[in-house]
C-alpha cells in the first residue's frame, strides 16, 4: 500500500531507510524530534580584549560542525516484526558518511552527510520502541538539490554581415557569451564543482557576484583534447582526468555564489578554442 504520512514532515531518510512512513510491512516509523536541523552551528570566533581600549580584535570565523539528535518510535505488527526494523535503524545510523535527507512542506528538500556520532539508544515495549541516533555533520551546511550541469564554451562570435544596399541588410552573428548564471537560495555561500574539458590554454574561470565581487581560478597548464579537470571549490581540489592531483598548477581565488543571491561564472582562456568546455554544477546551501 502506499506510504502514509505524518505530522509537519514530507519525508524524512536516513540513508536508505525512509522514517516518518507506514511501511509496507506495516510498520509506522514516527519522528518525534530532530534537534539540531533548523538550529544554526556554533562559531569558532574567539574574541580578545584590545589592549587599552575598547572592543576587541577577532580572527576568521567559521561554523563548528552541527550536531543533531534523531528520535523516533516504532510501531510494529508484531515482535519478530519489530526487532527486524530495531536491526534496520543501527545499520543506517552508519559510522561513515551516510545522507539525511529532509522534505518539508513547499518541496523544501534538504539534506547534509552526517555519521552516528555515540550509541544508538533503544527502549522495546512488546510490539512498539522508542529509538535515539546521535549524528553530527562534519560538514554543517545542509544542501539543496544539486543544480546543473551548466555548461558553456570559450566566448566568441561567429558569422554577421552587413551590406551596403539601401535599405540597410543585416545578417545576424552568433554569439556565445562564455558564461552562465548560477544562483543560491540558501543563507551561507554555496561552492561550485567546476569540470573544464580540453582542449585550451590556461583556462580561467572568472566569477562575478551581485554585490561586484571578482574570483579569478586560473590553470597555468594546457589541457589538451581528452583530457579534463574536476575543480571542487569546497575541498579546494583539483584533479586531471578525476583521478590524478594538479592542485600546484592552479592560483587565484576559490569562487563562491553568495548567499540569497547570484553570480555569473566566465569562462576564459590564453587561446580561442571551439572544442574548450566549462561545465559548473552547484547547490544552495543553508546554515
Do not use: K
Amino acid at each position: 500500500m502506499p506510504a502514509t504520512l505524518h505530522g509537519e514532515f514530507e519525508s524524512i531518510s536516513l540513508g536508505s531507510l525512509p522514517l516518518h512512513v507506514e511501511d509496507d510491512s506495516g510498520i509506522d516509523w514516527l519522528v518525534t524530534d530532530l534537534q539540531g536541523w533548523w538550529d544554526s552551528p556554533g562559531v569558532t570566533l574567539d574574541v580578545q580584549q584590545r589592549t587599552a581600549d575598547h572592543g576587541g580584535w577577532g580572527g576568521g570565523s567559521w561554523l563548528t560542525p552541527r550536531t543533531i539528535t534523531l528520535q523516533g518510535e516504532i510501531l510494529a505488527p508484531d515482535r519478530a516484526t519489530l526487532l527486524a526494523a530495531v536491526d534496520r535503524v543501527h545499520a543506517a545510523a552508519s559510522l561513515g558518511p551516510t545522507t539525511l535527507r529532509v522534505v518539508e512542506p513547499g518541496s523544501l528538500d534538504r539534506s547534509c552527510a552526517v555519521r552516528r556520532a555515540g550509541p544508538v539508544a533503544v527502549a522495546t515495549l512488546g510490539a512498539s520502541a522508542s529509538w535515539s541516533v546521535p549524528l553530527v555533520a562534519q560538514d554543517p551546511r545542509r544542501y539543496g538539490a544539486v543544480v546543473g550541469p551548466l555548461t558553456t564554451h570559450l566566448p566568441s562570435t561567429s558569422g554577421g554581415l552587413s551590406l551596403p544596399a539601401a535599405p540597410p541588410w543585416t545578417i545576424g552573428a552568433t554569439v556565445v557569451q562564455g558564461s552562465v548564471r548560477v544562483s543560491n537560495a540558501g543563507t551561507i555561500a554555496s561552492r561550485p564543482t567546476l569540470r573544464i574539458d580540453g582542449p585550451v590554454q590556461h583556462p580561467q574561470v572568472v566569477v562575478l557576484d551581485s554585490g561586484g565581487g571578482i574570483r579569478t581560478l586560473t590553470y597555468n597548464a594546457t589541457l589538451a583534447a581528452g583530457e579534463w579537470l574536476v575543480i571542487d571549490t569546497d575541498a579546494h581540489s583539483v584533479l586531471i582526468g578525476g583521478t590524478v592531483s594538479r592542485r600546484g598548477l592552479v592560483s587565484g581565488d576559490w569562487p563562491e555564489i553568495p548567499a540569497l543571491s547570484w553570480a555569473d561564472v566566465q569562462f576564459r582562456a590564453a587561446a580561442y578554442d571551439a572544442g574548450a568546455l566549462l561545465t559548473v554544477s552547484y547547490r544552495s546551501a543553508w546554515m
